[in-house]
């Protein structure tokens, strides 16, 4: 782990942080809350608690890529654990900008790319270790992203979370039905996904939500082995064997594309 910068007093600190507001990721940057007033209070490391012990403590020699880093909080978390490299891609700048800052006052060596989840392939390599948290509800297509991320970027270790709502039970469920048969469509727990047309908690990126068998199912569906489910809305996984007539569609590129 580098130092920290001992050039940024906490003043410049807290100046920095206020322009680079709103922060979603409430980060301790030497005494600096990035993020006082969160509505969820001090998040992610308050959910970080709840599944740490199943994330090995020694990641060195590993690599990691972190999808969707928002402020950095995992790719920082990563870093002190010993990972030798840690890559961080996110789509939104104003979150690449907040990481960025928020590893040069902790002394971190993180790569930072503008990148979407869907373009995982241009990445060109695999990692010992990929994050995908408070990702899959804000995707339009949130299976193709799975797909990709087992296709191009998984190398072992799946650190997954979703937001889920409906049902927590997971049933058992037949590996085939009659056509006839709807009943079970019906049941709580069969594997749903609850589509937002316009709005969730203010935040019209809430795409899909999906209930607990359906989280389960498309991991697995993607090539995914569920290891552990060390909090409500985490999964660990590693990456296993995808069903021989399961193929990953492709998003097609336009001219110049």
């Known amino acids: 782990m580098n130092a920290v910068d001992p050039r940024l007093s ?45 994330i090995p403590e020694d990641l060195t020699g590993k690599t990691v890529l972190d999808i969707g880093c928002n402020g ?21 700048e104003d979150y690449l900008a907040q990481a960025r800052f928020a ?15 869907y373009d995982v392939a241009t ?33 072992d270790m799946l650190i997954f979370q979703s937001m889920q709502r409906g049902s927590r039970d997971v049933p058992a469920v037949e590996g085939d039905y009659a056509f006839q048969e709807r009943d079970h469509f019906d049941a709580p727990g069969y594997p749903k996904m609850h589509f937002i047309e316009q709005s969730y908690s203010n935040d019209p990126t809430n795409w899909w939500v999906p209930n607990r068998a359906c989280t389960e199912a498309m991991l697995r569906s993607s090539g995914f082995t569920i290891e552990s489910h060390p909090e409500e809305e985490v999964y660990i996984c590693r990456r296993g064997e995808r069903l021989p007539w399961v193929e990953a569609a492709y998003p097609a590129r336009g001219p110049g594309g």
Not at 28 to 53: I, M, S
Not at 73 to 91: C, H, I, L, N, Q
Not at 130 to 152: C, K, N, S, T
């Open 72 to 92: 950095g909080f995992y790719s920082m978390e990563m870093k002190r654990r010993g990972a030798e490299r840690v890559v961080a891609v996110d789509f939104d």
């Open 103 to 117: 590893a040069e006052v902790m002394g971190h060596d993180i790569e930072f790319r503008k990148l979407s989840v």
């Open 123 to 155: 990445l060109g390599e695999r990692f010992d270790v990929v994050v995908f948290m408070g990702v899959l509800y804000h995707l339009r297509h949130p299976l193709l992203a799975l797909d990709l991320i087992y296709e191009h970027v998984a190398g």
């Open 10 to 54: 906490q003043e410049e600190i807290r100046r920095r942080a206020a322009e680079l507001g709103p922060w979603f990721h409430n980060l301790d940057l030497r005494g600096v809350r990035t993020a006082p007033d969160h509505f969820l209070g001090d998040y992610p490391a308050v959910k970080f608690k709840g599944f740490a012990h199943a």
